[in-house]
């Protein structure tokens, strides 16, 4: 019923940025909430930034003044900016969308390294 995709993963150096953008598909976009996860080897999920249907953000304290999360309703996409890059950003980054009274979603997530 729901499909979410990531994008906009890679390589970079320490320093650098990347934005990842997640389209969904298939769901009523504008009245749910989004939000970026990310998850390392060994380590458990964890949130890293989260956008409600008002706008409304909040980010984990590790990301806070270097990533921005936003979304553009009409393309049903959410986006996460991440700017000055560190090496324990590494990890596989996923989106997911939050819904009232009805089952989450989970895209496949895509890969961030960054190399100091």
């Known amino acids: 019923q729901v499909r979410l995709v990531e994008s906009g993963g890679g390589w970079v150096q320490a320093g650098g940025s990347l934005r990842l953008s997640c389209v969904a598909s298939g769901s009523s976009f504008s009245i749910n909430h989004m939000g970026w996860y990310r998850q390392a080897p060994g380590k458990q999920r964890e949130l890293v930034a989260g956008?409600?249907?008002?706008?409304?953000?909040n980010y984990a304290d590790s990301v806070k003044g270097r990533f921005t999360i936003s979304r553009d309703n009409a393309k049903k996409m959410v986006y996460l900016q991440m700017n000055s890059l560190r090496p324990e950003d590494t990890a596989h980054y996923y989106c997911k969308m939050t819904r009232l009274g009805a089952t989450d979603y989970w895209g496949q997530g895509t890969q961030v390294t960054v190399s100091s």
């Open positions: 956008i409600t249907s008002g706008g409304s953000t």
